[in-house]
Protein backbone atom coordinates (compact mmCIF):
# COMPACT_ATOMS: atom_id res chain seq x y z
CA UNK A 1 0.00 0.00 0.00
CA UNK A 2 0.91 3.54 -0.38
CA UNK A 3 3.14 5.14 2.30
CA UNK A 4 1.76 7.61 3.97
CA UNK A 5 4.86 9.83 4.44
CA UNK A 6 4.54 11.21 1.08
CA UNK A 7 1.33 12.53 1.27
CA UNK A 8 0.78 15.63 1.75
CA UNK A 9 -2.97 16.49 2.65
CA UNK A 10 -5.16 19.28 1.98
CA UNK A 11 -8.15 19.34 4.15
CA UNK A 12 -10.56 21.83 4.88
CA UNK A 13 -13.01 22.35 7.48
CA UNK A 14 -10.59 20.87 9.77
CA UNK A 15 -11.71 23.00 13.04
CA UNK A 16 -14.12 20.43 13.91
CA UNK A 17 -15.62 17.47 13.81
CA UNK A 18 -14.37 14.82 10.71
CA UNK A 19 -11.85 17.69 9.14
CA UNK A 20 -9.82 17.97 12.63
CA UNK A 21 -10.11 14.18 12.84
CA UNK A 22 -8.70 13.71 9.10
CA UNK A 23 -5.74 16.68 9.52
CA UNK A 24 -4.80 14.22 12.99
CA UNK A 25 -4.82 10.64 11.48
CA UNK A 26 -3.02 12.09 8.38
CA UNK A 27 -0.28 14.11 10.91
CA UNK A 28 -0.25 10.51 13.17
CA UNK A 29 1.11 8.37 9.72
CA UNK A 30 3.97 10.96 8.82
CA UNK A 31 2.17 12.98 5.99
CA UNK A 32 2.13 16.60 5.31
CA UNK A 33 -1.41 18.41 6.49
CA UNK A 34 -2.80 21.60 5.48
CA UNK A 35 -5.66 22.32 7.99
CA UNK A 36 -8.04 25.24 7.15
CA UNK A 37 -10.91 26.20 8.65
CA UNK A 38 -12.53 30.00 9.64
CA UNK A 39 -12.11 29.75 13.66
CA UNK A 40 -8.88 31.22 13.72
CA UNK A 41 -8.51 30.29 17.48
CA UNK A 42 -9.23 26.25 16.42
CA UNK A 43 -6.65 25.90 13.94
CA UNK A 44 -3.96 27.67 16.35
CA UNK A 45 -4.71 24.98 19.40
CA UNK A 46 -4.59 22.30 16.46
CA UNK A 47 -1.17 23.39 15.35
CA UNK A 48 0.07 23.56 19.18
CA UNK A 49 -0.92 19.38 18.86
CA UNK A 50 0.28 18.47 15.59
CA UNK A 51 3.70 21.14 15.44
CA UNK A 52 5.73 20.80 11.78
CA UNK A 53 3.41 17.93 10.42
CA UNK A 54 0.53 21.09 10.02
CA UNK A 55 0.62 24.29 8.11
CA UNK A 56 -2.49 26.10 8.93
CA UNK A 57 -4.30 28.96 7.16
CA UNK A 58 -7.79 30.92 7.56
CA UNK A 59 -10.04 29.96 4.91
CA UNK A 60 -13.96 30.18 3.52
CA UNK A 61 -14.16 27.66 0.87
CA UNK A 62 -16.91 30.00 -0.59
CA UNK A 63 -13.92 32.33 -1.62
CA UNK A 64 -12.35 30.88 -4.87
CA UNK A 65 -9.41 33.36 -4.87
CA UNK A 66 -8.84 32.41 -0.96
CA UNK A 67 -8.33 28.53 -2.21
CA UNK A 68 -6.50 29.79 -5.47
CA UNK A 69 -3.57 32.19 -3.70
CA UNK A 70 -3.85 29.94 -0.60
CA UNK A 71 -2.29 27.05 -2.79
CA UNK A 72 -0.13 29.04 -4.74
CA UNK A 73 1.66 30.35 -1.72
CA UNK A 74 2.22 27.42 0.09
CA UNK A 75 5.44 26.99 1.97
CA UNK A 76 7.81 24.56 0.44
CA UNK A 77 7.47 21.40 2.55
CA UNK A 78 3.52 21.86 1.99
CA UNK A 79 3.56 23.12 -1.90
CA UNK A 80 2.97 19.29 -3.59
CA UNK A 81 -0.05 18.42 -2.28
CA UNK A 82 -1.21 15.35 -3.68
CA UNK A 83 -4.36 15.11 -1.25
CA UNK A 84 -7.28 16.85 -0.96
CA UNK A 85 -10.52 16.51 1.61
CA UNK A 86 -13.26 18.82 0.65
CA UNK A 87 -15.03 18.17 4.21
CA UNK A 88 -15.91 21.55 4.59
CA UNK A 89 -19.82 21.32 4.66
CA UNK A 90 -23.03 22.04 7.29
CA UNK A 91 -26.68 21.71 7.32
CA UNK A 92 -28.56 24.42 8.93
CA UNK A 93 -32.21 24.05 10.02
CA UNK A 94 -34.47 20.51 9.68
CA UNK A 95 -37.88 21.99 8.66
CA UNK A 96 -40.16 22.04 5.86
CA UNK A 97 -39.43 23.12 2.05
CA UNK A 98 -42.35 25.74 2.49
CA UNK A 99 -41.14 27.52 5.79
CA UNK A 100 -37.45 27.10 5.98
CA UNK A 101 -35.29 30.34 5.30
CA UNK A 102 -34.06 31.09 1.99
CA UNK A 103 -31.09 32.34 3.52
CA UNK A 104 -29.76 28.98 5.10
CA UNK A 105 -30.92 27.44 2.35
CA UNK A 106 -27.86 29.88 0.12
CA UNK A 107 -25.47 29.37 2.82
CA UNK A 108 -25.99 25.20 2.46
CA UNK A 109 -25.46 25.38 -1.07
CA UNK A 110 -22.72 28.50 -1.11
CA UNK A 111 -20.53 26.10 1.10
CA UNK A 112 -21.73 22.29 0.23
CA UNK A 113 -22.01 22.88 -3.50
CA UNK A 114 -19.78 26.18 -4.39
CA UNK A 115 -17.23 25.94 -1.73
CA UNK A 116 -16.60 21.78 -2.92
CA UNK A 117 -16.41 22.97 -6.63
CA UNK A 118 -13.95 25.43 -5.47
CA UNK A 119 -12.04 23.20 -3.58
CA UNK A 120 -11.91 21.05 -6.17
CA UNK A 121 -11.21 23.28 -9.20
CA UNK A 122 -7.94 24.97 -7.43
CA UNK A 123 -6.61 21.80 -6.52
CA UNK A 124 -6.63 19.78 -9.90
CA UNK A 125 -4.20 21.60 -11.66
CA UNK A 126 -1.24 21.69 -9.62
CA UNK A 127 -2.45 17.40 -8.86
CA UNK A 128 -2.15 17.06 -12.28
CA UNK A 129 1.00 18.85 -13.49
CA UNK A 130 2.61 16.75 -10.34
CA UNK A 131 1.58 13.50 -11.88
CA UNK A 132 -0.35 12.11 -8.29
CA UNK A 133 -3.10 12.89 -6.66
CA UNK A 134 -6.49 11.91 -4.54
CA UNK A 135 -9.79 14.49 -4.52
CA UNK A 136 -11.77 13.41 -1.60
CA UNK A 137 -15.09 14.71 -1.25
CA UNK A 138 -17.43 13.91 1.84
CA UNK A 139 -21.21 13.60 0.81
CA UNK A 140 -23.91 11.78 2.79
CA UNK A 141 -26.25 8.79 3.14
CA UNK A 142 -28.45 12.24 2.59
CA UNK A 143 -27.44 12.00 -1.16
CA UNK A 144 -28.85 9.12 -1.48
CA UNK A 145 -32.12 8.70 0.91
CA UNK A 146 -34.15 11.53 1.55
CA UNK A 147 -35.31 12.29 4.63
CA UNK A 148 -38.42 14.67 6.12
CA UNK A 149 -36.43 18.35 6.52
CA UNK A 150 -33.19 17.04 4.45
CA UNK A 151 -34.64 19.29 1.19
CA UNK A 152 -31.62 21.48 0.21
CA UNK A 153 -29.28 20.14 2.49
CA UNK A 154 -29.79 15.95 0.91
CA UNK A 155 -29.79 18.20 -2.46
CA UNK A 156 -26.43 19.28 -1.87
CA UNK A 157 -25.03 16.38 -1.23
CA UNK A 158 -26.73 14.56 -3.84
CA UNK A 159 -24.64 17.41 -6.02
CA UNK A 160 -21.16 15.83 -4.32
CA UNK A 161 -22.05 12.56 -4.97
CA UNK A 162 -22.67 13.23 -9.30
CA UNK A 163 -20.46 16.14 -9.17
CA UNK A 164 -17.14 13.85 -8.22
CA UNK A 165 -17.97 10.99 -10.10
CA UNK A 166 -18.47 12.96 -13.17
CA UNK A 167 -14.96 14.82 -12.42
CA UNK A 168 -13.31 10.89 -11.97
CA UNK A 169 -14.26 9.89 -15.44
CA UNK A 170 -12.47 13.55 -16.08
CA UNK A 171 -9.31 12.12 -14.31
CA UNK A 172 -9.17 9.33 -16.48
CA UNK A 173 -5.35 8.90 -17.61
CA UNK A 174 -3.98 11.38 -15.47
CA UNK A 175 -3.60 9.49 -12.19
CA UNK A 176 -5.98 11.31 -10.07
CA UNK A 177 -8.05 9.57 -8.07
CA UNK A 178 -11.56 10.76 -6.69
CA UNK A 179 -13.48 9.58 -4.11
CA UNK A 180 -16.79 10.29 -2.41
CA UNK A 181 -17.31 9.20 1.51
CA UNK A 182 -20.34 8.62 2.30
CA UNK A 183 -21.25 8.85 5.94
CA UNK A 184 -24.15 8.36 8.65
CA UNK A 185 -25.39 9.56 11.51
CA UNK A 186 -21.83 10.68 13.07
CA UNK A 187 -20.80 12.60 16.34
CA UNK A 188 -19.44 15.77 15.78
CA UNK A 189 -20.53 19.83 15.96
CA UNK A 190 -23.06 18.74 12.74
CA UNK A 191 -26.10 18.62 14.82
CA UNK A 192 -25.21 21.94 16.80
CA UNK A 193 -24.57 24.00 13.61
CA UNK A 194 -27.76 22.31 12.20
CA UNK A 195 -30.05 23.39 15.46
CA UNK A 196 -27.77 27.21 15.72
CA UNK A 197 -26.31 25.91 19.09
CA UNK A 198 -29.28 24.40 21.08
CA UNK A 199 -27.27 21.72 22.80
CA UNK A 200 -30.04 20.14 23.77
CA UNK A 201 -31.41 19.54 20.38
CA UNK A 202 -28.37 18.83 19.42
CA UNK A 203 -26.89 15.86 22.11
CA UNK A 204 -30.48 14.35 21.14
CA UNK A 205 -29.60 12.89 18.00
CA UNK A 206 -26.95 11.06 18.95
CA UNK A 207 -28.92 10.00 23.02
CA UNK A 208 -28.56 5.97 23.51
CA UNK A 209 -26.99 5.34 20.04
CA UNK A 210 -23.81 4.43 18.91
CA UNK A 211 -23.11 6.73 16.43
CA UNK A 212 -20.28 7.30 14.11
CA UNK A 213 -16.78 8.86 15.35
CA UNK A 214 -15.40 11.41 13.43
CA UNK A 215 -11.93 8.74 13.87
CA UNK A 216 -13.92 6.67 11.88
CA UNK A 217 -14.81 8.72 9.05
CA UNK A 218 -11.22 9.54 8.97
CA UNK A 219 -10.02 6.26 8.87
CA UNK A 220 -11.77 5.37 5.97
CA UNK A 221 -10.48 8.14 3.89
CA UNK A 222 -7.31 7.16 5.42
CA UNK A 223 -8.18 3.57 4.05
CA UNK A 224 -8.62 4.79 0.61
CA UNK A 225 -5.94 7.25 0.12
CA UNK A 226 -3.29 4.81 1.14
CA UNK A 227 -4.19 1.96 -0.84
CA UNK A 228 -2.20 1.05 -3.64
CA UNK A 229 -2.09 3.66 -6.53
CA UNK A 230 -4.23 1.86 -8.83
CA UNK A 231 -7.41 1.29 -6.84
CA UNK A 232 -9.74 4.61 -6.77
CA UNK A 233 -12.40 3.90 -4.47
CA UNK A 234 -15.57 5.48 -6.46
CA UNK A 235 -17.85 5.55 -3.65
CA UNK A 236 -17.91 4.42 0.47
CA UNK A 237 -21.02 4.93 2.16
CA UNK A 238 -20.35 4.31 6.26
CA UNK A 239 -23.26 3.90 8.65
CA UNK A 240 -22.90 3.38 12.75
CA UNK A 241 -24.16 -0.24 13.11
CA UNK A 242 -27.41 1.00 14.85
CA UNK A 243 -28.67 3.13 11.58
CA UNK A 244 -30.34 1.59 8.56
CA UNK A 245 -32.78 3.22 6.18
CA UNK A 246 -36.23 4.47 7.21
CA UNK A 247 -39.75 3.26 5.76
CA UNK A 248 -41.20 5.81 3.21
CA UNK A 249 -43.50 8.22 4.90
CA UNK A 250 -46.87 7.82 4.73
CA UNK A 251 -49.54 10.30 5.20
CA UNK A 252 -53.13 9.44 6.77
CA UNK A 253 -56.11 10.52 6.96
P1 LIG B 1 -18.63 19.95 12.09
O1 LIG B 1 -19.66 21.01 12.26
O2 LIG B 1 -18.02 19.36 13.32
O3 LIG B 1 -17.46 20.48 11.12
C1 LIG B 1 -17.74 21.22 9.98
C2 LIG B 1 -16.48 21.91 9.49
O4 LIG B 1 -16.79 22.64 8.29
C3 LIG B 1 -15.91 22.89 10.48
O5 LIG B 1 -14.52 22.69 10.57
C4 LIG B 1 -16.21 24.25 9.87
O6 LIG B 1 -15.16 25.15 10.15
C5 LIG B 1 -16.20 23.92 8.38
N1 LIG B 1 -16.89 24.91 7.58
C6 LIG B 1 -18.21 25.23 7.57
N2 LIG B 1 -18.44 26.25 6.72
C7 LIG B 1 -17.24 26.57 6.17
C8 LIG B 1 -16.81 27.54 5.23
N3 LIG B 1 -17.67 28.40 4.66
N4 LIG B 1 -15.50 27.60 4.89
C9 LIG B 1 -14.62 26.74 5.46
N5 LIG B 1 -14.96 25.81 6.36
C10 LIG B 1 -16.25 25.74 6.71
O7 LIG B 1 -19.34 18.81 11.23
P2 LIG B 1 -18.77 17.44 10.56
O8 LIG B 1 -17.37 17.21 10.91
O9 LIG B 1 -19.76 16.40 10.86
O10 LIG B 1 -18.92 17.82 9.01
C11 LIG B 1 -17.91 17.55 8.06
C12 LIG B 1 -18.57 17.12 6.75
O11 LIG B 1 -19.21 15.86 6.95
C13 LIG B 1 -19.65 18.06 6.23
O12 LIG B 1 -19.50 18.19 4.83
C14 LIG B 1 -20.95 17.33 6.57
O13 LIG B 1 -22.00 17.68 5.70
C15 LIG B 1 -20.50 15.91 6.38
N6 LIG B 1 -21.31 14.88 7.01
C16 LIG B 1 -21.56 14.89 8.36
C17 LIG B 1 -22.32 13.90 8.93
C18 LIG B 1 -22.66 13.90 10.38
O14 LIG B 1 -23.61 13.19 10.76
N7 LIG B 1 -21.94 14.62 11.23
C19 LIG B 1 -22.80 12.76 8.13
C20 LIG B 1 -22.49 12.85 6.72
C21 LIG B 1 -21.76 13.86 6.21
P3 LIG B 1 -15.31 26.72 10.50
O15 LIG B 1 -16.66 26.91 11.09
O16 LIG B 1 -14.18 27.00 11.44
O17 LIG B 1 -15.12 27.38 9.18
C1 LIG C 1 -25.53 14.09 7.88
C2 LIG C 1 -26.35 12.91 8.18
O1 LIG C 1 -28.72 11.98 8.14
O2 LIG C 1 -28.36 14.08 9.33
O3 LIG C 1 -25.19 14.12 6.54
O4 LIG C 1 -28.35 14.01 6.93
S1 LIG C 1 -28.01 13.29 8.14
Keep these: SLDPSTLTVFVTGATSGCGEAIARRFAGAGAKVIGTGRRRERLEKLKA ?10 LDVRDYAAIEKLLAELPAPFAGVNVVVANAGLALGLG ?17 VTGLVNTVRASLPGMIARGRGH ?85 TIFWCATLPEHVNINRLQVMPIDQAFSATTVHRG
Design 49 to 58: ELGEALHVAE
Design 96 to 112: PADTVGIDDWHTMIDTN
Design 135 to 219: VFGVGSVAGDYPYPGGNTYAGTKAFVKQFLLATRSDMLGKNVRVTNIEPGMTETEFSLVRFKGDEGRASNVYANTRALKAEDVAE
